[in-house]
């Protein structure tokens, strides 16, 4: 399960690893410790991976027990408990419909309240309600607050995290986004032209899959500058890798 969560890992046999997480969401658990803090980091896993692989709304459900299980070990405002309810906003989000929608700006909003003045450190908790709060701004389309949202966890991650070429990715690539949505085509291929040449986003550290992802915001940029044979020659090749 841990390869299968790792944001970089490899493609492997979608069918067998579906399979694996079944097995593991419906059997396995059933025989957990009775120790919520064990339940949360299992579920907490299983949610990752769910999500990972495309599935949000398995992953919701996994997120959903997670929080229980860590608010029963922790309290609410634990850090623990504080980001996996970020993970379940972020897994809401991914889920593109109005309830959901709805659901994660809830949460969110009463996930800072909790989080209070520590949003305000320069630490992984402060880092990743940045991250949740862009991404779910750029996924409803509200790009200035995505925007600046975004910034602040670039600024993080680079002063916390710098050498978390994951996250790293995450954050630079919905920038590009959000700039390409933003109607700044321009601007966005001179980050993403800077995102590039940084040695932490070589694609031996952040995976193919957050390779195809700039190419494909590069391709989205060169289109609407009218560089349209560039831009198709890219979007080709970052469609190829989720083939």
Known sequence: LGAISAANSGRGNDTTIREMLEYASVDGTANLPDDPEVRGDIHTLLGR???YLGDSARGVQEY??????YAQAFGESHER???????????LT??????AFAEAGALLDETDRLAAARLQHDDALALQAAVERGIFHLRRLQVEPALEALRRADVLQRRFAPQDSGIAALIRGN???ALQCSGRPGEALAWLDAVESDPLMAGSRIGEVSVALLR???ANALHD????TEAL???QGAAETFE
């Open 49 to 51: 991976s769910w999500r």
């Open 64 to 69: 959903r027990t997670a929080v229980r299980s």
């Open 81 to 91: 408990t504080l980001a996996t309810r970020y993970a379940l906003v972020r897994t």
């Open 94 to 99: 991914y889920l593109q419909t109005s309830q």
């Open 175 to 177: 920038i590009a986004e």
């Open 216 to 218: 494909s915001a590069r």
């Open 225 to 228: 500058l009218g560089r349209h």
């Open 233 to 235: 020659a890219l979007a």
